[in-house]
C-alpha cells in the first residue's frame, strides 16, 4: 500500500460554496478500505458536510485513533492536518490539540473497538470535559482491521461470520453519551446520507462536545444475517427521531412543512438548527427524555436514529478553564515568561 | 562523654503525620538557615504504616555537606508508637528528647545516650485549654525548648512566626508567647547549651531553600509550557500543584483575567500524555509529572511521539520500583525504562539534574530541547530532590533569553516557496521541518502517524523509506549531544587512574565523599553526567581512566548499562557502586564502598593483570 495522490481536475463546471471551493477540495487519497464498506460512506458525509458548510478545510485538525475506521482521515479532507494516533487514545490527543488551538475545528474519527473497548475511559473522559469537537465511531459492531472479533457494541446474542454467539451486554455509546453530559447526541446509519450530512454539520458548528454514533456495516466481518449491524438489520430496525435541517448564520429560514411539526434550536455560532418531527412526543432538548426514549425504544429492537439531545447554550473546556482568546500556542514570551525581577523576588521569598 | 560539635551534627523530629509538626520543624530549620548556617532538611514519610509516623531530619552542616549523613545524634522523640526504634536509632552520646509528661513507653532504657526529658503536654494543658491549640504550641514549645538547648537565635524563629502569620496577625503573639515558654523551661531546668550546639556563620550565602518539585514546576513556567495534563502520585504530585499555584500568580491576563494555561488532571497517564502529544504536535510546549508507574503507562504513545517526532516534557520524580515498590523512598531505577522507552527500536533524551537549581534550569530548557529535536524529553528527579527542601544558588533567567521554537515553517515560508516535507532532512542535521496545524490554506499540511512513513509524511511500507527514517533518528540522537548540559569533570590534583561516574541526587553525597576518600590518601577524578545521550566527554573520561566507578541508586547498575551499551565500554572498566535500600545515598556509604573496592583494585593493577 502507498499513498495514492487522486488527480485533481476541477471541470469548471463543478459547483463551488461559498469560498470557492469545490467538493473535490475536501477530498483526499482513495480509499483503501473494503470496496463497499460504510465507513467510505461517513467519509462522503463529511466531505459533503464541510463543502456545504464551506468549511476552510485546513482549519480542521482530524485525528484518530486505530481501526479500519481510524484510518479514514486519510480518506477525506486532504489539506487538513490529521492525526492518526494509537488503538484508544484519540480522545485525549484531541483534548490536548484542542487546548493548544482553541480555533480550530476538532473532528475526532474512531472505531466501536477503539471508543467502547480499548478507549472506553478516554471516549467518557473526553465528553464528560466537554471538549468542543465532533466525536464520531463508525461503529461495525467488530474489529474490522483485526478481522472480525466481537466488539464491545455487539448485540448479545448477535452471531458473528463464524457464528459464534455474542453472551456479553452490549454498550450503547449513545446512551453512555447522554449520561456523561455530551452536550449534542445524535445517531446515524452510513447508508443513510440525508439524515447523516446535516447531522454531521450541526455537530460541526456545535460548540462543546458532540458525539455521533454512525452504524456502519462492515462488509467483510458483519453483514451477514445473525448480525445487529448489517445493512438489511440496520434497514429493518431503524427509528428515526427527527429530520433535520441547518442553517449557519442567521438568514432567514424557509421551512416548507408544518409549523405544529418543526422545533428551532439556536446554537452559539448562530446556526439554526431545524428539527423536522418524525416521533411526535420526541423533545431533542431534553436529556432525561432522550435517555428515556431510547431505552424503550431499545427494549423493542429499535435503533433510535436522529438527533437524540441538543443543548444550543453548552460551555466547553476553554470556557471552564477561562483560557485567553488567543490560542495558547501563539503566546510568546511576553506573555508566558514572569522575568528576571518576578523570580527574584520569588527567590528572596525563598531565604 | 556526649557528643559534642558546632554547626555540625544531625537532628532527626520523630512525628505523627497531621499534628503541626511540619511547619515548626520546618521554621525550626529555616531559623538555622537565617543563622547563616547550611543545613540539609529531609522528609521521610512512610506510605503504608498505621498512626502515619513521619520523620524530619534536618543536618546542620557548617562545611556545607546537604547529602544525608546517616545516623541520628539528637531524636526528638515525639511519637509514642515509634519511640522503641526512635531511641535506638540515636548514636552513642547522642541526645535522645522526649515529653516528660507521662511515663516513658516500656522499653529497654539506654544508658549509652543523654535523656532529655521536657514535660511538654504538662506546660501545655497548663497554658492552654483548647484541645487544638494543645496541639500545636505542643510543637512551638518544643522549638522553644530546643532553641535553648542549641543555642539558637530565638529572635530568628520570632521573625519566622511573624512572616508566617503576616496575615493572621492575632496568632503572632500566641505564637512567640509558646517558643520563649519552651525557650525558658529549658534554660531553667538544663545546662544550656548542650554539646551539640549552633553559632551564627556566614556559609549560607545568596542560597535560597526551595524543593526540587517547584522549581521544576517553576521552570516550567519560566520555559513556556502552557499545557500541563496529568495524574496524582507520589512523588510527583506537587510538580503539577506547584505549576498550577505559579500559573495562578504569573499567568493571567492582566486586564481580562483569563488564563494563559491550560492545567488537565486527567483520568490516567495515559491520557496525560495523550494530551501533551496533541497539544505539543498543535504547538504548544506541553508537560506530564509523574513517577515510575505513570512511566509504564505512557510507553506506547512515547513510541508515537519518538517515531512522529512530536516534542514532549515529562517530568519523572522516581521512586523506588518494581510495581509500586516503596513509593514514599527514593532511586534512581527508571533510567533504564525512559531512555528506551517503548516497543521497537527507540531511544529519548534524558535531563538528569542535582538539585532544585537544575530542576529549574533543565526542566526549562527542556521545553527548548523538544522544541529544537522535535522528541519527548525526560527531566529525572527523584523523590530526594523533589520533595525535600533543599539549598541552591538562586534561580536565574536572563531576560534576553528567546524560547527555541525549533524549526518551524511559517505560512510566509510556505507562501515564499520553501518546500516542505515533514520529514525531510535539509540542513544535515537531522532535524526535520514542521509546521503547525492550520497554517496554509494548501501547504504545509500533512498527516501525523505511527506508522511508517517516507521523508514527506507519507504512508510508505518500503524498506528503504524506513530504513532512511530510522537511521535519521539515530543521527538526530548524535545532534542532541552537541545541545544538551554537558558532563561537568572535575579532575583531582594529582593524576590518576580511577574514575568516578555519578548524577542526579547523588551529587553532593558523592562530593563529600571525594573529599573524605582524599583526606584517606585516595585520588579520584569526578564526572558528573547530566544528559542522555552521552556527550563524547564521557567516553574520554572512561578511556583516561583504568577504572571508574560508576555511583548511583538502583540495584541493577542503569547508568553503567546505558554507558556500557552506548559507548561500547568494556563492561570490567566500570565498577557499580550501588545504594538502593530507599534512602538518600550518603558521603560514608560511597566513601566506604570505593574504599573497599580501591583497597582490592589496587592490589592487580588493570595494566598488569591484563598484560
Ligand atoms: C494497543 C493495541 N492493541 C491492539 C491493536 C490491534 N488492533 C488494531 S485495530 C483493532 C480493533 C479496531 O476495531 P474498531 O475500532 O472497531 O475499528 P474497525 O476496524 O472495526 O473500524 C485492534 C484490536 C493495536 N493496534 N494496538
Ligand atoms: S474489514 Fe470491515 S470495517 Fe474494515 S474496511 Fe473492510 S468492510 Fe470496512
Ligand atoms: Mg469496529
Known amino acids: ?351 | 562523654m556526649p557528643l559534642t560539635a558546632v554547626n555540625d551534627f544531625v537532628i532527626r523530629f520523630a512525628n505523627v503525620n497531621g499534628s503541626g509538626s511540619a511547619s515548626a520543624n520546618e521554621m525550626f530549620a529555616r531559623a538555622i538557615m537565617r543563622m547563616g548556617i547550611p543545613m540539609s532538611p529531609r522528609n521521610v514519610f512512610p506510605s503504608n504504616i498505621q498512626g502515619l509516623p513521619t520523620w524530619y531530619e534536618v543536618r546542620v552542616t557548617e562545611a556545607g555537606h546537604l547529602g544525608a549523613r546517616g545516623g541520628t545524634d539528637i531524636m526528638v522523640a515525639m511519637n509514642p508508637q515509634t519511640y522503641n526504634a526512635d531511641v535506638a536509632a540515636v548514636e552513642p552520646d547522642g541526645y535522645l528528647i522526649y515529653d516528660s509528661t507521662r511515663a516513658m513507653p516500656p522499653g529497654k532504657p539506654r544508658t549509652d545516650i543523654h535523656l532529655i526529658g521536657i514535660p511538654l503536654t504538662a506546660i501545655c494543658n497548663k497554658e492552654y485549654s483548647d484541645p487544638r491549640q494543645r496541639q500545636l504550641f505542643k510543637n512551638i514549645i518544643c522549638i522553644g525548648a530546643l532553641a535553648a538547648l542549641l543555642d539558637m537565635d530565638i529572635t530568628e524563629l520570632e521573625k519566622l512566626v511573624g512572616e508566617q502569620y503576616r496575615t493572621k496577625e492575632k496568632l503572632i503573639q500566641p505564637n512567640i508567647h509558646a517558643l520563649h515558654l519552651g525557650h525558658a523551661y529549658a534554660k531553667a531546668n538544663f545546662k544550656c547549651p548542650i554539646g551539640l550546639r549552633l553559632q551564627r556563620s556566614d556559609k549560607v550565602g545568596d542560597r535560597i531553600l526551595i524543593e526540587g518539585n517547584a522549581a521544576a514546576a517553576l521552570g516550567a513556567v519560566y520555559g513556556g509550557a502552557t499545557v500541563c495534563a496529568w495524574y496524582p502520585i507520589t512523588p510527583s504530585s506537587s510538580v503539577a500543584e506547584n505549576f498550577t499555584k505559579f500559573c495562578g500568580k504569573h499567568r493571567h491576563d492582566p486586564a481580562t483575567g483569563e488564563a494563559r494555561y491550560a492545567i488537565v488532571q486527567a483520568e490516567d497517564e495515559i491520557a496525560s500524555i495523550g494530551m501533551v502529544v496533541g497539544a505539543a504536535w498543535n504547538g504548544a510546549r506541553a508537560f506530564t509529572a509523574t513517577s515510575g508507574p505513570g512511566i509504564s503507562l505512557m510507553q506506547e504513545l512515547f513510541g508515537f511521539a519518538y517515531f512522529a517526532e512530536i516534542p514532549s516534557v515529562i517530568i519523572d520524580v522516581q521512586r523506588a520500583g518494581p510495581s509500586t515498590g516503596m513509593p514514599t523512598r527514593t532511586q534512581q531505577c527508571d533510567l533504564i525504562n525512559c531512555a528506551y522507552a517503548s516497543h521497537g527500536d527507540t531511544k529519548h533524551i534524558l535531563l538528569l539534574p542535582e538539585d532544585a537549581a537544575e530542576a529549574f534550569e533543565f526542566t526549562a530548557g527542556a521545553f527548548d530541547y523538544a522544541d529544537r529535536l522535535q522528541t519527548p524529553v525526560f527531566v529525572l528527579l527523584d523523590l530526594d530532590i523533589g520533595m525535600n527542601h533543599r539549598l541552591c544558588r538562586p534561580l536565574q533567567w536572563d531576560d534576553a533569553r528567546r524560547y527555541d521554537r525549533g524549526k518551524v515553517m511559517t505560512a510566509a515560508d510556505l507562501e515564499a516557496g520553501k518546500d516542505f516535507g515533514r520529514y525531510t532532512d535539509v540542513d544535515g542535521d537531522a532535524i526535520p521541518f514542521r509546521t503547525y496545524p492550520g497554517t496554509h490554506p494548501t501547504k504545509g499540511g500533512y498527516f501525523t502517524r505511527g506508522t511508517s512513513h517516507d521523508a514527506r509524511a507519507r504512508y510508505s511500507e518500503e524498506g528503504v523509506d524506513y530504513v532512511e527514517g530510522m537511521q535519521r533518528l539515530l543521527r538526530k540522537h548524535d545532534t542532541a549531544k552537541g545541545i544538551l548540559p554537558r558532563p561537568l569533570r572535575r579532575d583531582a590534583d594529582k593524576p590518576t587512574r580511577f574514575g568516578v561516574i555519578y548524577y542526579g541526587s547523588t551529587a553532593p553525597a558523592m562530593h563529600e565523599a571525594a573529599e573524605i576518600l582524599t583526606a584517606r590518601g585516595h585520588t579520584l577524578d569526578l564526572m558528573r553526567v547530566r544528559a542522555f545521550p552521552f556527550h563524547q566527554d564521557v567516553a574520554s573520561f572512561v578511556s583516561d581512566h583504568d577504572f571508574v566507578f560508576v555511583v548511583e541508586q538502583n540495584r541493577d547498575a542503569q547508568l553503567r548499562s546505558l554507558i556500557v551499551n552506548e559507548l561500547d565500554i568494556d563492561p570490567v572498566r566500570l565498577v557499580p557502586i550501588l545504594h538502593y535500600d530507599g534512602t538518600s545515598i550518603t558521603a560514608r556509604f560511597i566513601s566506604g564502598a570505593i574504599s573497599d573496592r580501591l583497597d582490592a583494585l589496587k592490589v592487580t593493577p588493570l595494566r598488569k593483570a591484563m598484560s
Open chain 1, 1 to 351: 500500500m502507498t499513498y495514492l495522490a487522486k488527480p485533481k481536475f476541477h471541470h469548471p463546471s463543478l459547483p463551488k460554496n461559498a469560498l470557492g471551493y469545490t467538493r473535490r477540495d475536501y477530498e483526499a487519497a482513495t480509499s483503501t478500505l473494503c470496496a463497499g464498506c460504510g465507513h467510505d460512506s461517513i467519509s462522503a458525509a463529511i466531505i459533503e458536510a464541510a463543502f456545504e458548510m464551506a468549511i476552510e478545510p485546513h482549519r480542521v485538525a482530524k485525528i484518530s485513533g486505530i481501526g479500519c475506521s481510524s484510518k479514514t482521515p486519510t480518506y477525506f479532507l486532504g489539506a487538513s492536518h490529521g492525526f492518526n494516533s494509537v488503538h484508544g487514545r484519540m480522545p485525549s490527543v484531541l483534548t490536548g490539540a484542542n487546548l493548544a488551538n482553541r480555533d480550530l475545528i476538532y473532528l475526532g474519527i474512531s472505531g466501536d473497538g477503539d471508543s467502547a473497548s480499548i478507549g472506553f475511559g478516554q471516549f467518557a473522559h473526553a465528553l464528560r470535559r466537554g471538549v468542543n469537537m465532533t466525536y464520531i465511531v463508525e461503529n461495525n459492531g467488530v474489529y474490522g482491521l483485526t478481522k472480525g472479533q466481537f466488539s464491545a457494541t455487539a448485540d448479545r446474542g448477535s452471531k458473528s461470520k463464524k457464528g459464534v454467539v455474542n453472551t456479553d451486554n452490549a454498550i450503547d455509546l449513545v446512551a453512555m453519551a447522554l449520561q456523561l453530559g455530551a452536550t449534542f447526541v445524535a445517531r446515524s446509519f452510513s447508508g443513510d446520507k440525508r439524515q447523516l450530512v446535516p447531522i454531521i454539520k450541526a455537530a460541526l458548528a456545535h460548540r462543546g462536545a458532540a458525539f455521533i454514533d454512525v452504524i456502519s456495516p462492515c462488509i467483510a466481518f458483519n453483514n451477514h444475517p445473525g448480525s445487529t449491524k448489517s445493512l438489511d438489520y440496520v434497514r429493518a430496525h431503524n427509528e428515526a427521531v427527527n429530520a433535520l435541517d441547518i442553517m449557519i448564520g442567521r438568514e432567514a429560514i424557509t421551512v416548507d412543512y408544518e409549523p405544529g411539526e418543526v422545533v428551532e434550536v439556536t446554537q452559539h455560532d448562530g446556526s439554526v438548527l431545524t428539527l423536522r418531527k418524525l416521533n411526535e412526543d420526541y423533545d431533542a432538548s431534553d436529556r432525561v427524555a432522550a435517555m428515556n426514549f431510547l431505552q424503550q425504544e431499545a427494549a423493542k429492537g429499535r435503533i433510535v436514529t436522529g438527533l437524540l439531545y441538543v443543548d444550543g447554550d453548552a460551555d466547553d473546556l476553554h470556557r471552564h478553564f477561562n483560557t485567553v482568546a488567543t490560542p495558547l500556542n501563539q503566546l510568546n514570551e511576553p506573555e508566558l515568561c514572569p522575568g528576571s525581577k518576578a523570580l527574584d523576588k520569588i527567590n528572596a521569598g525563598l531565604r
